[in-house]
């Protein structure tokens, strides 16, 4: 069964970066959109960005501009990275896979604590 595994976060000062990186555990085909989502305490997920097999991307208001989301399509990896981090980029943060081949796949991953803290 494949899993995706995220690493890369931890506690960083305000104004800083980190550089998230989702990779799946076993082989994957055929992977459409790549996304990543982020979930605050108390708050429901939302989507941070994503990019499509052709590299497009799209990003959500509060991080254009500081955060940028990439892929590896022979890795079939995903990268996020955050720069100019803020205070409420406090938040556990998931990648997702989606296959379209047969009917809509997701495949997520457990996620990965980003704090931004002085």
């Known amino acids: 069964q494949v899993q995706l595994v995220e690493s890369g976060g931890g506690l960083v000062q305000p104004g800083g970066s980190l550089r998230l990186s989702c990779a799946a555990s076993g082989i994957i085909f055929s992977i459409d959109a790549m996304a990543w989502y982020r979930q605050a305490p108390g708050k429901q997920r939302e989507l941070v960005a994503t990019?499509?097999?052709?590299?497009?991307?799209n990003y959500a208001d509060s991080v254009k501009g500081r955060f940028t989301i990439s892929r590896d399509n022979a890795k079939n990896a995903l990268y996020l990275q955050m720069n100019s981090l803020k205070p409420e980029d406090t938040a556990v943060y998931y990648c997702?896979?989606?296959?379209?081949?047969?009917?809509?796949?997701?495949?997520w991953g457990q996620g990965t604590q980003v704090t931004v803290s002085s």
């Open positions: 997702k896979f989606r296959r379209t081949v047969a009917g809509i796949e997701d495949y």
């Open positions: 990019i499509t097999r052709g590299g497009r991307t």
